[in-house]
């Protein structure tokens, strides 16, 4: 387990640069990112008939129990999304996709006429996603995907996203104070577990968001040490779990895991309760959407067939 510690002196904003150094004092070299949602602008791409995206050497099908993008003769295919970007800022654009063999396979990634190969890595078991960031200026964009034959797309999300971030310099215009944090391996299968401690600014409570503050659930952290060479190394990436305040309120825990949780993260295309009382659907759901067996024996069938 990595650990850091710096000693918190006083609880007082706004800072100059000369009281950031005296108030809090640090023993090691760090940098914390940490990249908020704005939950304000997200926009989705999914594989449908109806998708606003255009389509080039392009096909929907249903592979692998999934609605996806194709090459239509295979051949590299091409896939447009034009958006507008609310405001000048912080932007990611994932896109989520299977391969039809497992591998690494090279995609051209185009927006404002910046062109970039990315090496896209995945498997015909398991969804894979590939996000890169960019800075874009307000107004209309297209995103441009050239993809390779061998990969189906699932989707693509556009997301504007705030960084905040903390280092040993104390700078101003870092958003963020840590005051500690743990880093924890995990030596079997599971995700890697990160928690530190912010100063915390009244200003982050959001009562609208799943954790009840500005960072909120999956936000995503990545956190860096020097490494025995003297170079600073990533030694997480992940995703924000919950946040904690402390009873004074002059301390925020956020509580992390590594990405090895995006294996968790499933889309649920139909609810199922077995063995519930069906007055209690009716008055969540429209009769339509309930499906009845006689017995458990019908029900397992239609599970195990869809």
């Not at 860096?224 to 779990?241: C, P």
């Not at 946040?243 to 090895?260: F, K, P």
């Amino acid at each position: 387990m990595n650990t850091l510690a710096g000693i918190q002196k006083h609880n007082k904003k706004s800072w100059s640069d000369y009281e950031r150094y005296a108030d809090h004092v640090y023993d090691e070299k760090y940098l914390l990112e940490l990249f908020h949602n704005e939950r304000d602008y997200e926009q989705q791409f999914l594989c449908a008939t109806d998708s606003p995206l255009r389509l080039s050497n392009c096909e929907i099908g249903n592979w692998k129990s999934e609605t996806n993008y194709k090459s239509r003769n295979g051949n590299d295919y091409f896939l447009y999304a034009d958006f507008v970007a609310p405001v000048t800022g912080e932007y990611n654009i994932e896109v989520e996709y299977r391969t039809e063999t497992e591998g690494t396979f090279i995609s051209l990634w185009v927006i404002d006429g910046n062109e970039k190969n990315y090496y896209m890595k995945g498997s015909p078991e398991f969804r894979s996603r590939r996000r890169e960031h960019y800075h874009l200026q307000k107004g209309e964009h297209t995103f441009q995907l050239n993809v390779n034959p061998n990969i189906h797309v699932i989707g693509i999300t556009i997301k504007s996203i705030t960084e905040y971030r903390a280092d040993d310099s104390l700078k101003k215009d870092n958003r963020l104070t840590l005051i500690k944090a743990s880093h924890k391996v995990s030596k079997m299968i599971g995700a890697d577990e990160l928690s530190f401690v912010l100063l915390y600014d009244a200003s982050w409570k959001d009562p609208e968001s799943l954790t009840n503050f500005l960072f909120d659930y999956r936000d995503e952290v990545n956190f860096h040490l020097i490494n025995n060479n003297g170079d600073m190394e990533q030694v997480f990436g992940g995703y924000i779990s919950s946040c904690t305040l402390n009873s004074n309120e002059t301390e925020l825990t956020v509580n992390c895991a590594g990405r090895l949780i995006d294996g968790e993260k499933r889309y649920i295309v139909e609810e199922i309760e077995i063995g519930g009382e069906a007055s209690v659907l009716e008055d969540s759901y429209p009769s339509e959407y309930i499906r009845r067996f006689d017995n458990y024996n019908e029900a397992t069938e239609y599970l195990c067939d869809n």
